[in-house]
């Protein structure tokens, strides 16, 4: 109940804030979502290489304006039919200026500029705008390649696209370039074609040859497909990169402190959304001179939007009314190295059965069940909003004696609770898993060698919670622990060769015969965002 009331009053805060902000607005005095907007006009994406296709340049066109529009920061003037000849945008820098110069004076001229020809009145129009952006695609490389499956009469045809896009941006009112965002793009397709008796063509695949050749309706078809793949998600990474350009990021001010929540000025009308990022930055002077520092005093994570302002939470700092803040654009996507200490459980029954893959000089009696061993493992995660987390985990469990190896894969999903106003976080998680392990050795017990091979799979969840520490923007160092469980390994779902033949029926048939991956573990982490 508590937190219900704590989410409506918080919704009631923003839309006053809101309405506060409008009020501010209709009163006069250009706000932070006018001074964050820019007028722009998108030129049709034009090529520095040859036979570069028209449908390409035109889904590359598509992709841009998309990428811009689902900014919300721009008003967009297309201008995807006019295409410039060249990337070199000096002459229209000199037009502009020259645009300055005359503008009052006589009625504007029509204009012509690297290849483009514009009205009088086009140009005009062009002069209101904030920002021109000229998409440049080079390097452009098609090939199509086959090559033999293997074991079989099947050859494969590739076709691989490759491309680099440069976006430049021209400030009109300063008439004078911005520096350019730069993506570079890459797809593939490929298809199944039986050789029909062609030895000649099999001999030429299975070389990467040319000699099973093409169609060209072939040809069309892994062309569009791969253009598809390579131009697909281009406007994803535009928008990012965008975003991240120091130019282009939002910039707004703090205009509430409650505690470690902090409202500041811009929301959903600008595209801002939960788990967006913002640093808090003041500029001071050096000294009794006139230069100036910026310091950082604070880092914001959104949590809550409406149309004109956002609430965060304060991860660190101290801050105050008024202090400006930026955006700061991240991926959402992280990697956790984590090393530390899990359970595998292994029997000394398990031990005693493939006595050969641990020490085949010891007794029976020797052997003694362990589990407690090192861990290590990879995770791989996506932000989801403010507070959720979806992650995979690749690790291992190293184990101290025998010659056995053990996999883990798991996924699953995280909250956070941020603490606000120290840099302190924790989450709690859970997962499903499938764990196995593998053992292969050579036994000369018996005066003959023999490579013996155990593989085993299990399944099972775990629950975990860690603390984080965040180092900037950039790195957390964690420290946390759990409790895993899994089914066992046992006589029943393990397999046993023996030179390669199954050997199943020669393990005993004792019930503690057994391995698994139940119990606690612990890990020490270090994370970096992106």
Known sequence: MKKLFKSIGISISLILLSAVIMFAQAQGGESAKEKNIKDIATFGTLSTSKDVPEDLLKEV???VVTAIEELKRFRVQGLQNYRFASDNVEEFIKAIQGYRLEAGKNKTADQ?????????????????????????????????????????????????????????????????????????????ASKEDTAKGTAEKLVGAATGGETADFTEAEKAELFTQARSDAVGGMAGVITMKIRQHPFFQLKTKILDVNGADITIELGQDLGISPGDEFKVEIEENLGNTEFKKK????????????EGASIGRLLWGSVQNGDPVIENALYGVYIDLKLGMATWNRTKEFKQAFKAGFDKDKVDEDFKDDSIMPSAQLSFGKEIGYQFKIEFDLGTVIPLEGKFYSFLGELGGRWTYYFGGIPL????????????????????STGTDVD?????????????????????????LGLGGGFRFTTDMNKDNLTYKV??????????????????????FANLTIQGRF
């Open 295 to 306: 310091t950082e005093v604070g880092y914001i994570r959104i949590h809550s939007v409406e």
């Open 112 to 188: 012509k500029f690297a290849g483009v020809s514009l009205t009088g009145d086009e140009f005009d129009k062009l002069m209101q705008a904030f920002l021109v952006a000229i998409p440049v695609v080079s390097n452009y490389s098609v090939s199509y390649t086959t090559s033999k499956k293997e074991k079989t009469n099947i050859i494969v045809k590739k076709c691989e696209l490759k491309c680099d896009l440069t976006i430049k941006f021209i400030d009109v009112a300063g008439a004078k370039t911005i520096d350019p965002i730069k993506v570079s793009f890459d797809g593939e």
């Open 425 to 444: 976080s924790f989450d709690i998680g859970l997962f499903g898993t499938v764990g196995g392990i593998y053992g292969k050795w050579t036994d000369d």
């Open 452 to 476: 013996a091979e155990v593989t085993g799979v299990a399944f099972g969840g775990k629950g975990e919670l860690n603390l984080y520490y965040q180092i900037g923007a950039n790195f957390k």
């Open 61 to 63: 066109d598509n992709q």
């Open 499 to 520: 030179d390669g033949n199954d050997s199943k029926s020669s393990i005993p048939d004792n019930d503690e015969i057994k391995s698994n991956f139940t119990g606690a």
